[in-house]
């Protein structure tokens, strides 16, 4: 049987795309450092690792079939500009060598809304929306348009390779809470003081991996997609944790 490496599969979308690989009769291998609540009593190898460590992710892929690409440091505080850059385009270009000296037959690289350019404002974020860059950009929104433009140089130098795009990932199995799942705890316990105008687009963590497999078995080599949900406001997102609860 053929092996499926998932990296990042201790966090949220890593934990749901576990199950649905799981699900699917795979076996499946995961690269986790020290937080295993994701995956825990799933019936996975495991790698101890992490993704800035070559070494470590060159012995989590030997004989790998796929990778699934999801690791990642999310922060927006500006001290952590480091580690965001470290971890999330340092760790690609790992992934990216190690996929090549396994001979792993496609890498699926999970890319972000973030990695977009926020201009033009006024259009509509699709596909052929250009990447982050230049220094306006937040330092996540770089890091992971630069790990996107890895993975597009190693497509055209060959690798088999396609890139999922989800916008703001909400849904079960987020054991730590991600930055979203502690607002939505905040809402649900009523410790917000107030509601900000706006809202954003939200998609279900089992959408993308269901998603992210289709692309996985039918996309050609170099393919991006943005896997979406729906726009819903702030205010209608608590409406909906109110009645939740």
């Known amino acids: 049987m053929t092996v499926t490496v998932v990296t990042g599969a201790s966090g949220h ?4 795309l ?3 690989l799981l699900a699917e009769g795979r076996r499946t291998r995961v690269l986790v450092r020290d937080d295993t609540r994701a995956v825990e009593g799933l019936d996975v190898e495991r790698v101890r690792g992490d993704v800035t460590s070559a070494a470590s992710v060159e012995r989590a892929f030997e004989g790998a079939d796929v990778v699934h690409h999801l690791a990642a440091h ?6 952590d500009a480091a580690r965001v850059r470290e971890v999330n385009v340092g760790g690609t270009r790992n992934v990216i060598e190690a996929c090549r000296r396994a001979g792993v037959r496609r890498l699926v690289h999970y890319s972000s809304i973030h990695a977009q350019s926020e201009t033009p404002a006024d259009a509509p974020i699709d596909e052929e929306r250009p990447l982050a860059e230049g220094p306006g950009a937040p330092a996540y929104d770089r890091s992971k348009a630069d790990a996107e433009r890895l993975v597009r140089a190693a497509v055209a130098a060959g690798l088999d390779a396609v890139v999922v795009i989800p916008t703001a990932v909400l849904g079960p199995h987020d054991h730590k809470p991600s930055r979203m799942g502690r607002v ?7 410790e917000l003081p107030g509601l900000v105008e706006g809202g954003y687009d939200w998609v279900d963590a089992r959408d993308v991996a269901a998603g992210a497999l289709r692309a996985e078995a039918a996309a050609p080599a170099g393919a991006r997609y943005l896997l979406s949900g729906g726009w819903r406001s702030v205010r209608a997102l608590a ?3 109110h009645r939740a609860g």
Request: no cysteine; proline share 0%.
């Open 239 to 241: 409406g909906v944790v």
């Open 74 to 79: 999310i922060s927006v505080v500006r001290r």
């Open 18 to 20: 576990v199950r649905a």
């Open 184 to 190: 939505l705890r905040a809402l649900y316990r009523g």
């Open 13 to 16: 979308l890593g934990g749901n």
